[in-house]
């Protein structure tokens, strides 16, 4: 040991002079005295050196909310995991009579998402991001918030009638198999460019395209476990490019962009070239008049836009898909009142999708379907209580909760006619929901309770029923 401490004393010697010869502050020299001596303490026994110096390099380096780097550039790993428990009241016969409901009904545990995601900044003006979600291959798990074929379960594509028939039906065949379709794999695939023109950002790549509110919303941060029935074909990926602005504080906002616009109605977008030269142009806009008030709270509204053209001429030489306009409408408000009623919330949405399905899709069994107009809304609301003027005198196990509630309608229950362009008879879901959420660590740890009364529309002249089909599902999910 003497000898150590010999050697580390030659060493300080030759370091003083080096570091003064080198011009080295004064602050810098004390601080690689003080070094030094810590280490010289180490070496005498005072505490293990490499035990002490490995937890320290742990503890600066990764420790919480650290951002992973790369060689280049500055590189953010986030992530989503969610689990859920599902349980579905019990009707073998499907909404159509004489159709089974015996292949989503069963109760089960589900991977709803598992999500990876990288953000690198390469460059102060350029940011790439990359999310992937292993959990989207499947297509075997019901739809909710009914298992009707509510709406797009982002790991399914919408299966309108999803147990129509026992025998090769593509919900069916899936529940048999477990078949998938791994093209949903990848989610978010874009390059941002930002910070060169004021007030403006650019997007180029695959992301979602900024319509409505919830179908926008991050996953993490949903206030339901799963979207309202309009809102999930919103949340669909697709390829282009999109401008954002923004002014007054972030209280006005536009988005405008060009996205593929592959496929017909709620068919998956996502990682797949396009199959006609035109392209769908969305255009958004979002006012908050009111924000983050103290006493009046935070008010925004938004209306979204989307135009394009699918199909490609008739014909075995072509897709043999009639062209159609397509339209996508979303509007929406939300209110966030302050002062005493502070921690309480409301929001409404509205939507139009305006399509046409492919020839002989699922159960519609027309050769040319004519194109359809399909309109969905949902009003919602929710009181968290860690948010509430009473939030400091609550139980510390009280004070996580918040209380949510939704009613959600949708003409998502189509029958189509026979024959040349055949006309789309739609029928509506009423769904009710009523939730708990419980915020362990705010959104990157929660679990999240609904409860869904599901009503079908009947109509004897068509030979449709009420499913016996109200669900409850349980979420828990870690996100970072």
């Not at 900044?121 to 909710?144: K, Q």
């Not at 988005?255 to 496929?263: K, L, T």
Request: hydrophobic fraction near 35%.
């Amino acid at each position: 040991m003497v000898r150590i401490s010999g050697l580390l004393l030659a060493g300080w010697v030759v370091c003083s002079s080096l570091v003064w010869a080198e011009g080295v502050s004064q602050a810098e020299y004390d601080k690689l005295k003080k070094e030094v001596e810590e280490l010289r303490l180490r070496l005498d026994g005072a505490q293990p050196v490499a035990a002490s110096r490995t937890q320290e390099l742990v503890d600066n380096r990764y420790g919480p909310n650290e951002t992973a780097t790369s060689v280049s550039g500055k590189l953010t790993i986030g992530g989503l995991l969610q689990v859920w428990y599902y349980g579905i009241e019990n009707d073998n016969r499907g909404y159509a009579i004489g159709s089974s409901n015996e292949v989503v009904d069963n109760d089960g545990f589900a991977v709803r998402r598992a999500e990876v995601r990288f953000t690198m900044d390469i460059h102060e003006n350029v940011r790439a991001v990359l999310s992937l979600d292993a959990a989207r291959e499947a297509t075997s798990f019901p739809t909710f918030p009914t298992n009707l074929g509510s709406g797009v379960w982002g790991d399914s594509a919408v299966s309108w009638e999803s147990g129509y028939a026992n025998d090769g039906n593509p919900r069916s065949a899936a529940v048999r198999s477990g078949s998938g379709d791994a093209n949903r794999l990848l989610q978010d695939a874009y390059i941002q460019v930002h910070g060169i023109l004021p007030h403006h950002e650019g997007f180029t790549g695959q992301m979602r395209r900024r319509l409505g509110y919830e179908g926008t919303q991050d996953d993490k941060a949903l206030d339901f476990v799963e979207r309202a029935m309009i809102a999930q074909p919103a949340s669909l990926r697709d390829l282009g490019g999109m401008v954002h602005g923004t002014w007054w504080e972030d209280r006005f906002q536009y988005w405008v962009g060009g996205f593929n616009g592959a496929g017909t109605a709620f068919q998956q977008r996502q990682n797949r070239g396009d199959d006609n030269d035109e392209k769908d142009l969305v255009a958004t806009v979002q006012l908050r008049p009111l924000w983050k008030d103290e006493t009046w709270g935070s008010l925004e509204l938004g209306y979204s836009g989307l135009y394009g053209f699918a199909g490609e001429g008739q014909g075995l030489e072509s897709l043999d898909r009639r062209g159609t306009r397509r339209t996508l409408q979303y509007a929406y408000l939300l209110y966030r009142p302050g002062g005493p009623v502070q921690g309480w919330w409301m929001r409404g949405e509205w939507g139009e999708i305006r399509d046409r399905f492919a020839p002989t899709t699922g159960s519609l069994t027309s050769g040319d379907p004519s194109a359809f107009r399909v309109q969905g809304w949902y009003v919602a609301t929710g009181y968290k209580l860690a948010d509430s003027i009473w939030a400091d005198g609550l139980n510390a196990w009280l004070k996580p909760v918040e209380f949510v509630f939704r009613y959600d309608v949708m003409q998502n229950l189509l029958r189509p006619g026979v024959g040349e362009l055949s006309e789309v008879d739609r029928f509506k879901t009423q769904v009710v929901t009523a939730g708990i959420n419980y915020f362990i660590k705010g959104h990157n740890a929660k679990l999240q309770f609904n409860y869904n009364w599901v009503l079908e529309e009947e109509n004897s002249a068509r030979d449709l029923r009420e499913v016996a089909n109200d669900n409850f599902v349980l979420n828990f999910q870690v996100g970072w």
